[in-house]
C-alpha cells in the first residue's frame, strides 16, 4: 500500500476511493494547513492530494521524497503548482478540469446579473434597515438583453458562460489564443476579436482565461480606461489576472460602469478600498462550491491519484 496524504478537507467519497486501495493521512483541521505542518506532513508520501491554498514547489517535493509520484491537484487552475518542478523529479501533475464548468459559469453569470441590476446594494440596503420607497429612478440598473457579452478567455467555461448570456438574448465576442470550434462559435454566435476591441466593445467583460505570467494584470488602467462608460467586469477565472488596485480607483473615478468578483489578487484579502465601494458585488471564491461539483473535483483528482500509482496515465494529466 502507497502512503497518500491529502492536505485539506475534501469530500468522504473521495477519501473512500483512496483508502479502498491505499493508506491514507488526511489533514482534516477546519482551517488550511500551514507551511509548517505541511512540510511535517508530507515526507514519505508516495502521492499528495493538494487544495489550492497549497504551494507544491521544490522545497515540497523535496521535504516528500524522492518516491513521491504524483501531486493531483483539486482544482481546474493550478498556478499554486510549479509544474516545472514536479516535472524535473518525475512527479506527475493534475487537475480536475471540466467537473466544475457548469456551477463556476453560474457564479459567473450571477455576478453579471448582481453587477448590472445592483443586486448587492439592494440586498445591503434592506439589511442595514435604510428607509426606502419604490420610485421610478430607485437603484437603476442595466438591462442584458441586446447588449454584448465580451468571455476573455473561451474554454469549457467561457463556452458555458456564453451560452448563459445567449439565453439572456445577448451578442457574444470572444478573445482566446486559438479558434474555438466552428460549431461552437455557430451555436453561439460567437465572433473571435482581440483583446482591445473586445473591451471597446463589450457591455459586459468576463474573465475565464488561466493564470500565469501572459495574464498577470492582463487587465489594468489601460485596458480598464478602454472599456465602455456604461460597461461591466466580472472575474471568476483568477484574481491577480486584474490589478486591484487599477480596479478600484476605476470604480471609484466611475471609469466604467461596475465589477462582480469572486476571485482577489491577494485571496483571501480584498483591497480595501473595494470593500467601500458600492458598484462592486464580492463574493468568496464560491465559482466551484456546490455540493456537486466539490465532490466530482476530489473524485477526479482521487482517480487521477490511484491511475498514477498503479502505473498508468492520470485522467486529466497538466505535465
Known amino acids: 500500500m502507497a502512503k497518500v496524504v491529502v492536505t485539506g478537507r475534501i469530500p468522504e467519497a473521495a477519501l473512500e476511493k483512496l483508502r479502498a486501495e491505499h493508506e491514507v493521512d488526511a489533514w482534516d483541521g477546519e482551517q488550511s494547513i500551514s507551511r509548517e505542518e505541511l512540510l511535517a506532513k508530507v515526507p514519505g508520501a508516495d502521492a499528495l492530494v493538494t487544495l489550492l491554498t497549497e504551494r507544491v514547489d521544490a522545497e515540497l ?7 513521491l509520484k ?4 483539486v482544482a481546474v487552475g493550478y498556478d499554486n503548482i510549479v509544474v516545472a518542478d514536479c516535472t524535473a523529479r518525475g512527479v506527475r501533475a493534475t487537475n480536475t478540469p471540466g467537473v466544475l464548468t457548469e456551477a463556476t459559469a453560474d457564479i459567473a453569470f450571477g455576478l453579471i446579473l448582481m453587477a448590472t441590476r445592483r443586486l448587492g446594494e439592494g440586498e445591503r440596503l434592506i439589511r442595514s434597515g435604510t428607509p426606502w420607497k419604490w420610485g421610478m429612478f ?13 468571455v476573455v478567455g473561451m474554454g469549457g467555461i467561457g463556452q458555458a458562460t456564453a451560452r ?3 439565453a439572456f438574448g445577448m451578442e457574444v465576442v470572444y478573445q482566446s489564443r486559438s479558434e474555438i470550434d466552428p460549431a461552437i462559435a455557430a451555436e453561439l454566435g460567437a465572433r473571435r476579436v482581440e483583446l482591445d476591441e473586445l ?7 468576463s474573465l475565464h482565461c488561466p493564470y500565469g505570467p501572459s495574464t498577470h494584470h492582463l487587465i489594468g488602467a489601460e485596458q480598464l480606461a478602454a472599456m465602455k462608460p456604461e460597461a461591466y467586469l ?3 477565472a483568477r484574481g491577480p489576472i486584474v490589478d ?5 480607483q476605476a470604480l471609484r473615478e466611475g471609469v466604467f460602469a461596475g465589477a462582480g468578483l469572486d476571485v482577489f489578487e491577494k485571496e483571501p484579502a480584498v483591497h480595501p478600498e473595494l470593500l467601500e465601494l458600492e458598484n462592486v458585488a464580492l463574493v468568496p471564491h464560491l465559482g466551484s462550491s456546490t455540493v456537486e461539483t466539490r465532490t ?10 490511484l491511475a498514477v500509482l498503479r502505473g498508468e496515465d492520470p485522467v486529466t494529466p497538466v505535465n
Open 61 to 67: 517535493l523535496e521535504a516528500a521524497g524522492p518516491q
Open 70 to 73: 504524483v501531486v493531483s491537484n
Open 138 to 150: 430607485f437603484l437603476l440598473g442595466s438591462s442584458l438583453q441586446g447588449k454584448t457579452l465580451g
Open 164 to 166: 448563459r448570456a445567449k
Open 199 to 205: 473591451l471597446a466593445i463589450s457591455d459586459v467583460v
Open 234 to 236: 466580472v472575474n471568476t
Open 244 to 248: 486591484e488596485a487599477a480596479l478600484a
Open 296 to 305: 466530482a473535483m476530489a473524485v477526479l483528482a482521487s482517480e487521477n491519484t
